[in-house]
């Protein structure tokens, strides 16, 4: 499985940025989709998962009311809407896929087996 994450960029506090990631080759193998993120300086946190099977959706408190992650069939990935950004947002951000969901650890990056390879979001004040 690999995964293609896109659509980083430089935004102004209050703008908006999607984030795509797609999936390729046995994409069969994945039952969930998280978005990661790493800020200069700190550990990788987790932003927002999908479950493939049902599209239920998980999102950190940090994000919650501004982040919306769904998934695009067309794109065989899935897309994470980010509104109202604050510098704060600022991180590398990654997209990893789950081979087995669970509600435990979903929000664990060590429970993902397949990375992407990131995207720059900065979001200037």
């Known amino acids: 499985v690999q995964l293609q994450a896109s659509g980083g960029g430089l935004v102004q506090a209050g703008g908006s940025l999607t984030l795509v990631c797609v999936a390729s080759?046995?994409?069969?193998?994945?039952?969930?989709v998280g978005w990661f993120r790493r800020a200069p300086g700190k550990e990788r946190e987790f932003v927002s998962a999908?479950?493939?099977?049902?599209?239920?959706?998980y999102v950190a408190d940090s994000v919650q009311g501004r982040f919306i992650i769904s998934r695009d069939n067309a794109k065989n990935g899935v897309t994470l809407q980010m509104n109202s950004l604050k510098p704060e947002d600022t991180a590398i951000y990654y997209c990893?896929?789950?081979?087995?969901?669970?509600?435990?650890?979903?929000?664990?990056?060590?429970?993902?087996?397949?990375w992407g390879q990131g995207t720059l979001v900065t979001v200037s004040s």
């Open positions: 990893a896929g789950d081979r087995i969901f669970s509600y435990r650890d979903y929000y664990d990056s060590r429970a993902y087996d397949y």
């Open positions: 080759g046995r994409t069969a193998n994945i039952y969930a």
């Open positions: 999908i479950n493939w099977n049902n599209d239920r959706t």
